[in-house]
């Protein structure tokens, strides 16, 4: 479900300019997640906060910093308050979690179906997350799986989330 009002557990999803960016696009592209418009998400706090994963660690910022930025809000349809304050209380928990660039190779094997024996656990062994990571592992912390394909949390994209919940 999309929605412009972002309430407490919503995923905001969002562009990043530049060269990373463009990598993201098309990383997903090749993913096949499409060559879509969102290459970030974060995860809507309470007290108008948010957190999100970047290369220094995740962290917790003023739900304004992306005021006047474009920015697409979704959830699952029936998120009772319930949820929404365990994914929340779930998500704080990642607060300075490193950033990993190697889920993206590890996303790209595992479309491509090399053979990399052991990539999936060194990632997951690093404690690193990507955004889209850090978003869908905090709702299952939560109690709440968003993908029913038992995915990865390290296999979810932006645009997965998008593609998941968005109309």
């Known amino acids: 479900m ?3 009002h972002p309430l407490p557990g919503d995923i905001g999803l969002t562009r990043i300019s530049g060269i990373t960016g463009r990598l993201i696009r098309f990383g997903q592209w090749i993913n096949g997640d499409g060559f879509a418009d969102y290459q970030h998400a974060f995860l809507v706090l309470p007290d108008g906060r948010l957190l999100e994963a970047e290369p220094g660690g995740a962290r917790i910022k003023p ?3 992306y005021d006047g930025t474009p920015v697409c809000y979704v959830c699952p349809e029936g998120l009772t308050e319930k949820q929404r304050t365990a994914i929340c ?7 300075g979690v490193p950033y990993s660039f190697l889920d993206y190779l590890a996303i790209a094997a595992h479309r491509f179906h090399l053979p990399l024996p052991g990539l999936r656990r060194y990632v997951a062994g690093t404690g690193h997350m990507i ?3 850090l978003v869908d592992q905090s709702y ?3 109690g709440v799986h968003l ?3 038992g995915r990865w949390p390290g296999y979810v994209t932006p645009m997965a989330l998008y593609n998941l919940l968005a109309d």
Request: glycine share 4%; aromatic share 10%.
């Open 63 to 65: 739900l304004t910093t």
């Open 89 to 95: 209380a779930a998500a704080t928990a990642y607060v």
């Open 2 to 4: 999309r929605h412009t």
């Open 131 to 133: 955004c889209s990571q």
């Open 147 to 149: 993908f029913t394909d």
């Open 140 to 142: 299952q912390d939560g």
